[in-house]
Antibody, heavy 117, light 110 residues
Framework: QLQLQESGPGLVKPSETLSLTCTVS??????????WGWIRQPPGKGLDWIGS???????YYNPSLKSRVTISVDTSNNQFSLKLISVTAADTAVYYC?????????WGQGTMVTVSS | QSALTQPASVSGSPGQSITISCTGT?????????VSWYQQHPGKAPKLMIY???KRPSGVSNRFSGSKSGNTASLTISGLQAEDEADFYC??????????FGGGTKLTVL
């Protein structure tokens, strides 16, 4: 059974870089069946797709975040990562990682990231 | 890339059926059969309920069904139960390997 787990700092200062990692267990991140994605949810608001990556390293980003986002994959550790630069309070959210086939099938539990000085 | 439009809230009594709409454009909902629906209980991660417009993942009750007409997708829940009360989100492929979510609908079971 595929499982995903987000990890990273829960507090980031404004203008700094948010970095999160998603560890995949119960399956290989190099599977040709899946893409892997990041989704976020600001407090009390809806879901927002951040971006996706294929195991080969091909990346796809939400146009509204594209200038600040980098998603990368580490096949040796079965992980993929999110970096968001120049964060502001508007980036405060629960960040989820998920596997993506025709839909976001399996989700991590989510990790709350607060942007504050 | 604009968010898909969902009603903010819907409600129904136990045993009734409700439908949640999700309106997009020909560039997303209307252009692809990759519409999915997610149920989210408070403090929990979203759970996939419907994918490819109308397919149910293993383990999801057949009380949940999906459909699409033009630029609008719909989720129908029949035989409403108390545990169905949650937020529901639609999501659509939007071309060029991008995805867009709806704003979410709060379902209240009266």
């Amino acid at each position: 059974q595929l499982q995903l787990q987000e990890s990273g700092p829960g507090l980031v200062k404004p203008s700094e870089t948010l970095s999160l990692t998603c560890t995949v267990s119960g399956g290989s991140i190099s599977s040709s069946y899946y893409y892997w994605g990041w989704i976020r949810q600001p407090p009390g608001k809806g879901l927002d797709w951040i971006g996706s990556i294929y195991y080969s390293g091909s990346t796809y980003y939400n146009p509204s975040l594209k200038s600040r986002v980098t998603i990368s994959v580490d096949t040796s550790n079965n992980q993929f990562s999110l970096k968001l630069i120049s964060v502001t309070a508007a980036d405060t959210a629960v960040y989820y990682c998920a596997n993506l086939n025709d839909a976001f099938d399996i989700w991590g539990q989510g990790t709350m990231v607060t942007v504050s000085s | 890339q604009s968010a898909l439009t969902q009603p903010a809230s819907v409600s129904g009594s136990p045993g009734q059926s409700i439908t949640i709409s999700c309106t997009g454009t020909s560039s997303d909902v209307g252009g692809y059969n990759y519409v999915s629906w997610y149920q989210q209980h408070p403090g929990k991660a979203p759970k996939l309920m419907i994918y490819d417009v109308s397919k149910r993942p293993s383990g999801v009750s057949n009380r949940f069904s999906g459909s699409k007409s033009g630029n609008t997708a719909s989720l129908t829940i029949s035989g409403l139960q108390a545990e169905d009360e949650a937020d529901f989100y639609c999501c659509s492929y939007a071309g060029s390997s991008t995805w867009v979510f709806g704003g979410g609908t709060k379902l209240t079971v009266l």
